[in-house]
């Protein structure tokens, strides 16, 4: 099983970005899957998820109202858009998918319990 994710870069605050993650080896049934992130000196952070067959999602405050996952069955891949990104924004964004935890479970874990991990795509907000 892989994620793969793809879509950081560098922006400017204010701008948009949106990342990537599209899992292969597995069916994209009843995942629960999101995006973490970690910057320099910080702890992990879960921000967002979201079930691939229900739809439900859960943010993190901190991008609640910025940020929307959304997910593609056909193309195995879910999405997060980031709108209005701040230079707290900056991080490593890390993919991860699981079968054993539920959405609403996911972006409070800290990690522990994914299955799978991408390798994390990093993202820049310049100010």
């Known amino acids: 099983v892989q994620l793969v994710e793809s879509g950081g870069g560098l922006v400017q605050a204010g701008g948009s970005l949106t990342l990537s993650c599209t899992i292969s080896g597995f069916p994209f049934d009843d995942l629960a899957m999101g995006w973490f992130r970690q910057a320099p000196g910080k702890e992990r952070e879960g921000i967002s998820a979201?079930?691939?067959?229900?739809?439900?999602?859960d943010y993190a405050a901190s991008v609640k109202e910025r940020f929307t996952i959304r997910s593609d069955t056909a193309k195995k891949t879910v999405y997060l858009q980031m709108n209005n990104l701040k230079p707290e924004d900056t991080a490593v964004y890390y993919c991860g998918a699981t079968i054993t935890l539920s959405v609403m479970y996911f972006i409070h874990s800290g990690g522990e319990g994914m299955d799978w991990w991408g390798k994390g795509t990093l993202v820049t907000v310049s100010s």
């Open positions: 979201i079930n691939t067959s229900d739809g439900r999602r």
